[in-house]
């Protein structure tokens, strides 16, 4: 089944404990992108890959790193989680970021840190 | 100024009716455009892309108005199982932005 995974679920931290939430696609998808939902912002995009080792900023990217190393995974790091980092966050995958590709969303990731 | 501006409801209709609603961007070079739907803080999900013509999925329309800048989806025949969050989707300049959301709930 074609599909975006995301990992874990839920995760309750503490402030500063680094963590990685993972995201792998299993559709050879070349682009990837990160993002969070905050309540009355929508969507916001904290990082996206156009290919392998290609990596870039979205909107929103303080707090935050990726890694592209292979073509099906895109992790989100944390290295010193804060509070205000506490939502919901969604990785996508299209197999182009081209103008008429939608996206595939995995089924997201709560974080909340305290 | 948001790039991309929707409505937040809730609209509230009971089954069967006709719901309509807009979303409205400011990037004037924005080529395509979408609409995705959200349960329940669960992942988006493509309900359909939006053509210049205008186009139907079933009991949904889709317009594009370029000239006053906004997107409408229409709901024909409501059901319950329509209850969801819409999200106005526009690629500009090869990056997607998103709106906040519009709440439709249909009651019994």
């Known amino acids: 089944e074609a599909q975006v995974t995301q990992n874990p679920r839920y995760l309750i931290t503490v402030t500063g404990k680094k963590l990685t939430v993972t995201c792998s696609q299993n559709?050879?998808?070349?682009?990837m992108s990160w993002y969070r939902q905050d309540p009355g912002l929508g969507l916001r995009q904290i990082y996206y890959?156009?290919?392998?080792?290609?990596?870039d900023k979205g909107d929103v990217p303080e707090g935050y790193k990726v890694s592209r190393k292979e073509k099906r995974n895109f992790p989100l790091i944390l290295e010193s989680p804060s509070p205000n980092q506490t939502s919901l966050y969604f990785c996508?995958?299209?197999?182009?970021?081209?103008?008429?590709?939608?996206?595939?969303f995995g089924n997201g990731t709560r974080l909340t840190v305290t | 100024r948001k790039e991309v501006e929707q409505d937040p409801g809730p609209f509230n209709v009971p089954e069967g009716a006709t719901v309509a609603f807009n979303c409205t961007y400011s990037?004037?070079?924005?080529?395509?455009f979408f609409w995705y739907r959200q349960d329940c803080r669960k992942e988006p999900k493509l309900l359909m892309s939006?053509?210049?013509s205008g186009n139907e999925d079933g009991r949904f329309t889709a317009q594009l108005n370029r000239a006053s800048q906004y997107i409408s989806l229409l709901i024909r025949d409501s059901k319950l199982s329509d209850s969801a969050t819409y999200l106005c989707?526009?690629?500009?300049?090869?990056?997607?932005?998103f709106g906040a959301g519009t709440t439709v709930t249909v009651r019994a």
């Open positions: 996508a995958s299209s197999p182009r970021q081209g103008v008429y590709s939608p996206l595939h």
């Open positions: 559709m050879n998808h070349e682009y």
């Open positions: 890959s156009m290919n392998v080792e290609v990596t």
């Open positions: 990037n004037s070079a924005s080529q395509s």
């Open positions: 939006v053509y210049s």
């Open positions: 989707v526009v690629n500009g300049d090869y990056k997607l932005s």
